[in-house]
């Protein structure tokens, strides 16, 4: 079967974005995505395949536009401001994007080169983002996860309801973000202390 005219992937993939962050990820299906897009379920073989394949492609598209935002929230930034800025774009784009989002921690196989080709490259922006700290080898990498948790622990807890109480969530987050920089600022401290005595 031929492909048809004006279907192709970045049209399929933004059908299923739009599914996802309306409706939930589980809504994006085969039969969902070819109503949507007014064609028969077949037509998308031609450039997935099947759910499996879309929703690792879906995986992948996601975690190249977070990437791409948090890559643009540091430029021209380092410290405290980089750091910031690199957790209030992960939190916007979960919020505008949260069956997107979700994908992106369902990646299939986090063997497939693509996923971990970005999934390095995002751990190296988030070291260039806490160079300020001068947190060496394991430290760093244990700051890099650290931030993650952070992150994603807020994001998921926000859409998921989590936080029941009627406080302002930019507060609670902003105030999350100083308690870990002022974490990374008392590390750099102590690296810096031990450092003089040997």
């Known amino acids: 079967m031929s492909p048809r005219i004006g279907l192709d992937l970045p049209t399929i993939l933004q059908a299923a974005v739009e599914i996802a962050d309306t409706r939930g990820l589980?809504?994006?299906?085969?039969a969902s995505?070819?109503?949507?897009?007014?064609?028969?379920?077949?037509s998308l073989y031609n450039h997935v395949n099947g759910l499996s394949g879309l929703r690792s492609k879906l995986a992948v598209?996601?975690?190249?536009?977070?990437?791409?935002?948090?890559?643009?929230a540091v430029v021209g930034r380092s410290g405290d401001d980089a750091v910031r800025?690199?957790?209030?774009?992960?939190?916007?784009f979960a919020r505008a994007h949260p069956g997107?989002?979700?994908?992106?921690?369902?990646?299939?196989?986090?063997?497939d080169e693509e996923v971990r080709q970005l999934a390095g490259e995002t751990v190296d922006l988030v070291i260039r983002a806490l160079q300020a700290y001068e947190l060496q080898d394991d430290a760093a990498l244990h700051a890099v996860r650290g931030l993650r948790s952070l992150l994603h622990g807020?994001?998921?807890?926000?859409?998921r309801g989590g936080f029941g109480l009627p406080?302002?969530?930019?507060?609670?987050?902003r105030l999350l973000l100083d308690t870990f920089l002022?974490?990374?600022?008392e590390m750099k401290r102590r690296a810096k202390a031990e450092s003089k005595l040997t």
Do not use: C, N
């Open 100 to 111: 997107l989002y979700d994908a992106t921690l369902r990646a299939p196989d986090p063997q």
């Open 26 to 30: 589980e809504e994006v299906t085969l």
């Open 182 to 185: 002022a974490g990374l600022h």
């Open 85 to 92: 800025e690199l957790g209030k774009a992960y939190v916007a």
């Open 154 to 159: 807020f994001s998921s807890l926000e859409q």
């Open 167 to 173: 406080l302002d969530l930019d507060v609670s987050f």
């Open 61 to 72: 598209y996601g975690l190249e536009q977070l990437l791409h935002v948090m890559t643009q």
């Open 33 to 42: 995505l070819a109503q949507k897009l007014d064609v028969r379920s077949p």
